[in-house]
Every structure is written in C-alpha cells, then in structure tokens.
C-alpha cells in the first residue's frame, strides 16, 4: 500500500497479489503478442546466475543497492549492458553500463547511499523509468546511442 503512488501496473485491488503477477496480466492485456516471463523470487547471489540466464541486457529496477551491486557484478562477469536507474524523492539519476567501456556502478556509487527516509514521489519514477527505458531502447535500436569513446 505504501508505494502505490509509484505504481502503475499494479492497484490497490492487487494488493496480496505478486506484483509481478499483476503486471505480467496487464502487460498480456495491453499487448497479447507480447511474451511476458514472470519471476516472483528475490534476487540473490544463490540465484542471480539463473535470473539472468540468457539475457541479453539488465534492467536495474531495484529498491535496494544490495540488488544493484550484485546484478553489476553479473553484468561485468558476464559483459551483459546493465540499465541504471534510482530516484530518491524529487531526484533520480539513470546511467547505462557497457562492460569494459563504461564506468560501472560500483565505480559511480562506491557506497550504498544511506537508506531515504523522503518520500519517493510517483511522478519521479515515471521520468526516470522513462528516461531509463529510452535508454534500452536506443541501446537495442543502436540510434541516437554513441558508444564510449566515439
């Protein structure tokens, strides 16, 4: 009940529900060509190596920096592009990680910033997971992106 100011596929009739449950049903309504693989465990370094089995980038959407580093440390490991982003309050901040090219999260945030005790604000994690999925897109489209260096 408390985030669901930042929610926009999951509603206060789908709380008790798994959020990536309801997701994945409004995901199918919105576009029934979609796949949607659903994943209701936590990440953690006991399954981190399965739940990024086969992919081909990762999107950091988590609410912790405990997550965000160990999917970093994968995303390195692996060489996989790992999507940023993080709001806290009014503020966020996205950034894309190119293995080998780019600086890594890790590099950026050498500590976990202290927990928030403001608020997030709904509308800034909708500018952030935009911007955030721009990012994905451009890296994936290859336009309007520039590798590091270039």
Same mark, same amino acid.
């Given at each position: 009940?408390?985030?669901?100011? *930042?929610?926009?596929?999951?509603? /206060?009739?789908?709380?008790?529900? /798994?959020?990536?449950?309801?997701?994945?049903?409004?995901?199918?309504?919105?576009?029934?060509?979609?796949?949607?693989? $659903?994943?209701?465990? *936590?990440?953690?370094?006991?399954? #981190?190596?399965?739940?990024?089995?086969?992919? !081909?980038?990762?999107?950091?959407?988590? !609410?912790?920096?405990?997550?965000?580093?160990?999917?970093? *440390? #994968?995303?390195?490991?692996?060489?996989?592009?790992?999507?940023?982003?993080?709001?806290?309050?009014?503020?966020?901040?996205?950034?894309?990680?190119?293995?080998?090219?780019?600086?890594?999260? *890790?590099?950026?945030?050498?500590?976990?910033?202290?927990?928030?005790?403001?608020?997030?604000?709904?509308?800034?994690?909708? $500018?952030?997971?935009?911007?955030?999925?721009? /990012? $994905?897109?451009?890296?994936?489209?290859?336009?309007?992106?520039?590798?590091?260096?270039?």
């Amino acid at each position: 009940m408390s985030n669901l100011n *930042r929610q926009i596929l999951h509603w /206060e009739k789908d709380i008790g529900r /798994e959020k990536a449950e309801s997701f994945e049903e409004k995901l199918s309504q919105m576009n029934p060509d979609v796949e949607v693989a $659903v994943m209701t465990q *936590r990440i953690s370094e006991d399954n #981190v190596a399965d739940v990024i089995k086969g992919s !081909d980038l990762i999107v950091d959407a988590m !609410d912790n920096f405990q997550t965000r580093y160990l999917l970093n *440390r #994968v995303a390195l490991e692996k060489k996989i592009p790992f999507f940023h982003g993080g709001v806290y309050g009014f503020e966020g901040q996205v950034t894309t990680i190119i293995p080998g090219e780019t600086a890594c999260l *890790r590099c950026i945030f050498p500590e976990a910033p202290a927990p928030e005790a403001f608020p997030v604000i709904g509308a800034t994690c909708g $500018v952030i997971g935009c911007i955030q999925a721009t /990012e $994905v897109v451009k890296y994936i489209v290859g336009c309007g992106w520039e590798e590091p260096g270039v």
